[in-house]
Structure formats: structure tokens, C-alpha cells
């Protein structure tokens, strides 16, 4: 499922307009508006969007090359070659 397709199942789930939802996400509806006709969101409000679907945030923030996926929130999510935040924390770490 697309991204905006969760954000517009959500947000009606929620009984938001797309303003009251740009409101909330601190951004403006122009902003969602140009994502319902194709455009890409900036990195800012990407974050926010996918935060507010209730995604954990070491799952948002992929890291390149960060090793092998071991926290069990996200095995078998990353793409190959990717691991959340926190898998690639404990790599560098330990």
C-alpha cells in the first residue's frame, strides 16, 4: 500500500480533514496536497508522517549497511543490506 493511501485510511479513520491533519503534523495541506498528486514528501515530513501511522522509530530510520537485523522489531522488515537504527547501534558498539 502507498504511503498516502495509509496516511488517507488513517486520517479518516480519524475524522481529520487534510487541514486539521497538516495542522497536527506541523506542516501545511499544500504540503499533503502535492503528495496526493505524485509529489515526494521532504525528509521532515516523511519522518512526521510515518511517526503519526504509528511506525517505531528505529524502524523508520534505516541504516545502510548496518549489519544484521537482531532487536526482533525488525527481522525480516530492512531490505537487504539495510537494519533499523538500533540493530546498527549495536553493531557499531559491541
Request: hydrophobic content about 45%; charged content about 15%.
Amino acid at each position: 500500500m502507498r504511503l498516502l493511501a495509509l496516511v488517507d485510511q488513517r486520517r479518516a479513520q480519524l475524522g481529520l480533514s487534510q487541514q486539521l491533519l497538516a495542522v497536527s503534523l506541523g506542516t501545511s495541506a499544500s504540503a499533503l496536497k502535492r503528495m496526493s498528486r505524485g509529489g515526494a514528501p521532504d525528509a521532515h515530513l516523511l519522518l512526521r508522517l510515518l511517526l503519526w501511522l504509528g511506525w517505531a522509530p528505529e524502524l523508520v530510520l534505516l541504516v545502510e549497511g548496518g549489519g544484521e537485523p537482531t532487536c526482533g522489531s525488525c527481522r525480516g522488515f530492512p531490505p537487504a543490506g539495510f537494519s533499523c537504527i538500533r540493530c546498527a547501534a549495536v553493531g557499531v558498539w559491541s
